[in-house]
C-alpha cells in the first residue's frame, strides 16, 4: 500500500516555518480552501538541515527512540498519511489561526523533487509575533484530495505563551485523537527535551506520543537556550 509522503519530506515543512510571514496572501482561516495560491518562504537545504533526521536512520516508528535523542537518531524515511479519510482540519485551524493571530498562506502545490517517488501535496503556511523578537508559526500538509496529513507548530522558547500554543497545537482533533492526554505528553516532555537539549548543544527530538492514527513528537533547536526554537509535529500513520 503507497502511503503519501515521507516524514523526510514532511519535515522539509519545518523549514518553510522560518521564511514565513504575518502578512500572507489570504485570511485567517483560509487552510480550509482547497484552491492552490502562492505559499511563503522556500524549503532551503540550509533551513531544513538543522530539523531534518539523518538519512541513515532506519525508516520504521518502531526505531523510534523512547527517550529525548539528538535528531541524528531519528529515524527517516517514515511514511505519513492522511489522518481520516474526508478529515480537513478545517474547523480546528480556522479556531487556532484566529485564536494567535496568524494569517496562513494560500494553498501551494508542493511537488518536493521532480524526480523521487514522494506524490505532490498541498502546503501552507503562516506566523505571527508575539513580541518583535519572538515568533509563532504553523504549516500544515494536505493530500492533493484535501485530507490532512500533519500540522507543525514552531514558537521561539521566549515567545510570550509558547506553552499553551504548543498545547492548542497537540490537541488536534484528528479521529481517536485525546486531546488532553496529548496535552499532559506535552508537560511531561518538554522539561526532558529541554534537558537533552541542554546537554547535547544540537537538535534533539522527543519521543513518540500515539493516539490512532497519529504521531507526535516534540524538536528543539537553535544555537543556544536563549535562541532555542520548538517544533512540535502531529501526523497521520498507516496505522
Request: hydrophobic share 40%; net charge negative.
Amino acid at each position: 500500500m503507497k502511503i503519501p509522503h515521507t516524514l523526510a519530506a514532511a519535515l522539509a515543512v519545518c523549514a518553510l516555518l522560518t521564511a514565513c510571514s504575518s502578512h500572507a496572501a489570504s485570511s485567517p482561516g483560509s487552510a480550509s480552501s482547497t484552491s492552490p495560491g502562492p505559499g511563503e518562504g522556500e524549503v532551503t537545504p540550509s533551513a531544513t538541515a538543522a530539523i531534518t533526521p539523518s538519512t541513515t536512520a532506519t525508516a520504521d516508528l518502531d526505531d523510534w527512540p523512547t527517550e529525548p535523542a539528538t535528531a541524528d537518531k531519528l529515524p527517516t524515511g517514515i511514511h505519513s498519511a492522511a489522518f481520516a479519510h474526508g478529515y480537513t482540519g478545517a474547523a480546528f485551524l480556522d479556531r487556532l489561526t484566529k485564536r494567535w493571530n496568524i494569517t496562513m498562506s494560500a494553498r501551494k502545490k508542493n511537488d518536493f523533487k521532480a524526480n523521487d517517488a514522494w506524490p505532490a501535496v498541498w502546503i501552507s503556511s503562516g506566523s505571527t509575533h508575539p513580541t518583535p523578537d519572538t515568533k509563532v508559526s504553523i504549516a500544515v500538509v494536505w493530500s492533493l484530495g484535501g485530507d490532512l496529513e500533519s500540522l507543525t507548530c514552531t514558537a521561539d522558547r521566549k515567545a510570550a505563551d509558547h506553552p499553551e500554543f504548543l498545547r492548542q497545537c497537540a490537541e488536534l482533533d484528528h479521529p481517536g485523537a485525546h486531546p488532553q492526554a496529548a496535552a499532559n505528553w506535552l508537560q511531561r516532555t518538554t522539561p526532558a527535551v529541554d534537558k537533552a537539549f541542554a546537554q547535547a548543544n544540537k537538535p534533539v527530538g522527543s519521543a513518540l506520543h500515539r493516539s490512532g492514527r497519529a504521531a507526535t513528537y516534540l524538536q528543539e533547536y537553535g544555537t543556544g537556550e536563549d535562541t532555542a526554537t520548538y517544533a512540535l509535529r502531529v501526523f497521520g500513520t498507516a496505522s
